[in-house]
């Protein structure tokens, strides 16, 4: 069984910084690429940020240069920094890996979400 776990939102000033994490926890093998994603109340949710096992990150255009994804592989955990923020990030943003429980074994797993408010 292998969980997601995001902390680290919140409400926020436009301009501000937030930090959120995502452990992994579980029976646990390897973890692949990780990803971060966000959806705003009405609309469809979008890939953020991600990261390969070798460090390899690829971020959308909307948050290049504000937002950092990062990992702590001996944790199990990634991380997305999150500065100059700005209203149109307000949403929840998922954490996302692909991870394997055993050598022939992976699949996708989600985190449960984590609000991030941005008040102008």
């Known amino acids: 069984h292998v969980q997601l776990v995001e902390s680290g939102g919140g409400l926020v000033q436009a301009g501000g910084s937030l930090r959120l994490s995502c452990a992994a926890s579980?029976?646990?093998?390897?973890?692949?690429?990780c990803e971060w994603y966000r959806q705003a109340p009405g609309k469809q949710r979008e890939l953020v940020a991600t990261?390969?096992?070798?460090?390899?990150?690829n971020y959308a255009d909307s948050v290049k240069g504000r937002f950092t994804i990062s990992r702590d592989n001996t944790k199990n955990t990634v991380y997305l920094q999150m500065n100059s923020l700005q209203a149109e990030d307000t949403a929840v943003y998922y954490c996302a890996a692909e991870i394997r429980t055993t050598p022939y074994r992976r699949n996708h797993y989600w985190g449960q979400g984590t609000q991030v408010t941005v008040s102008s």
């Open positions: 990261i390969t096992t070798a460090g390899s990150t």
């Open positions: 579980g029976s646990i093998f390897s973890i692949n690429t």
